[in-house]
T-cell receptor, first 113, second 114 residues
């Protein structure tokens, strides 16, 4: 079972560049979300979606865009990368009714120079 | 908004010793509480969750946690540490049933000494 798949696993960007982190899940989960993990700060919610065509902002949405055209995919776009966006990004999904039971991808480590 | 505080960013235990990781939550209503574990270079996986059914919750790999409303705590324990328990552990809280947005603590890294 693939579960939640994130690509790329590693990426280096220059300040001002844009890129998209891909996330796909094969469990038919309605809920998908993006978190960033920074040392000493745990995980912080960037954006989330409760179904295809529905997205909303989390705790730290600035500088990021998302869309949800299918149930399976939930890409995260960095519009103009900044050094403050250097982080490890995790995509997670959850089934309806399974409050808090998130399935995580293996993460994407992004460095912005 | 709900939040959790994990006491101690690093815990070092000897193999076979008790593992105790502390988590306190702030909530005006009964919350849903979770413990997740992250092994090196991997994503997080659910250890256990509290959803008001029972105050003592058993999870995977021999871990358990006790919900204490009077102390607003949800501490994680394992009676006997194993080398494979070396990982980072996160406490998390959800406001209410159906709310998929979790607030995570800062995490506690567990080191197990042989």
């Amino acid at each position: 079972n693939a579960g939640v798949t994130q690509t790329p696993k590693f990426q280096v960007l220059k300040t001002g560049q844009s890129m998209t982190l891909q996330c796909a899940q094969d469990m038919n989960h309605e809920y998908m979300s993006w978190y960033r993990q920074d040392p000493g700060m745990g995980l912080r919610l960037i954006h989330y979606s409760v179904g295809a065509g529905i997205t909303d902002q989390g705790e730290v949405p600035n500088g990021y865009n998302v869309s949800r055209s299918t149930t399976e995919d939930f890409p995260l776009r960095l519009l103009s990368a900044a050094p403050s966006q250097t982080s490890v990004y995790f995509c997670a999904s959850s089934d309806r009714g399974a409050t808090g039971e998130l399935f995580f991808g293996e993460g994407s480590r992004l460095t912005v120079l | 908004a709900q939040s959790v505080t994990q006491l101690g960013s690093h815990v070092s235990v000897s193999e076979g010793a008790l593992v105790l990781l502390r988590c306190n939550y702030s909530s005006s209503v009964p919350p849903y509480l979770f413990w997740y574990v992250q092994y090196p270079n991997q994503g997080l996986q659910l250890l256990l969750k509290y959803t008001s059914a029972a105050t003592l919750v058993k999870g995977i790999n021999g871990f358990e946690a006790e919900f204490k409303k009077s102390e607003t705590s949800f501490h994680l324990t394992k009676p006997s540490a194993h080398m494979s328990d070396a990982a980072e552990y996160f406490c998390a809280v959800s406001d209410e049933r159906g709310d998929y947005k979790l607030s995570f603590g800062a995490g506690t890294t567990v080191t197990v000494r042989a």
